[in-house]
């Protein structure tokens, strides 16, 4: 069964300039989650989708947004970078995020870096 | 507010030793789930253990177990008799079971574990 996969695995932008990071969940889950992970602020949920619809969203400036589509596969886009923008952004998905017997898997991570 | 507090920065043990790691938390949430992962050099953070805060049994599994306290909102982790390959940071976390989903995760600021031979 393959993992969390998420596209691409490096990233280097300016400031200003845009990006949108994909990731792929497991096979058959449908629950989505993004994080971001910064040396001083340490991990920090970004948001949940379910089922194409954004079911919890963390304390993010609007600049960060995402989408999920019919096949779970989701997309994270951050518009206006910022220097601080630079850091490991983390996927994560599980089957329906409301089972007990649920476990979330993470993706290897994007590393994204804001020159 | 959540808030996960773990109060070890960095560990560093020889191998065979056991080490604990610290996991103190703050919520207002009646039912929450706590969980502990690994994120090893590599970069992907890996489950380890998840726990219902209605369940407070002591958890083994292996070298690893866990000793969670609601009373003083605690949720250490013990790796009994440490490898090298434990080497890693370990992250403890928090999230309401609420809001339709388990994983709204809080996490610690995680403790780096240095295990050498």
């Known amino acids: 069964k393959a993992g969390v996969t998420q596209t691409p695995r490096y990233l280097i932008k300016t400031r200003g300039q845009q990006v949108t990071l994909s990731c792929s969940p497991i096979s058959g889950h449908r629950s989505v989650s993004w994080y971001q992970q910064t040396p001083g602020q340490g991990l920090q949920f970004l948001f949940e989708y379910f089922s194409e619809t954004q079911r919890n969203k963390g304390n993010f400036p609007g600049r960060f947004s995402g989408r999920q589509f019919s096949n779970s596969r989701s997309e994270m886009n951050v518009s206006t970078l910022e220097l601080g923008d630079s850091a490991l952004y983390l996927c994560?998905?599980?089957?329906?995020?409301?089972?007990?017997?649920?476990?979330?898997?993470f993706g290897p991570g994007t590393r994204l870096t804001v020159l | 507010a959540q808030k996960v507090t773990q109060a070890q920065t960095e560990i560093s043990v020889v191998e065979k030793e056991d080490v604990t790691l610290d996991c103190v938390y703050e919520?207002?949430?009646?039912?929450?789930?706590l969980f502990w992962y690994k994120q090893p050099p590599s970069g992907e953070l890996v489950f380890l253990i998840r726990r219902n805060s209605f369940d407070e049994q002591n958890e083994i599994s292996g070298r690893y177990s866990w000793n969670f306290q609601k009373s003083t909102s605690s949720f250490n982790f013990t790796i009994t008799a440490s490898q090298v390959v434990d080497s890693a940071v370990y992250f403890c976390?928090?999230?309401?079971?609420?809001?339709?989903?388990?994983?709204?995760?809080?996490f610690g600021k995680g403790t780096l574990l240095t295990v050498n031979p």
């Open positions: 976390a928090l999230s309401p079971n609420s809001g339709g989903s388990n994983y709204k995760l809080t």
């Open positions: 994560a998905s599980s089957t329906s995020g409301t089972s007990v017997l649920d476990e979330q898997f």
């Open positions: 919520t207002r949430d009646t039912t929450y789930y």
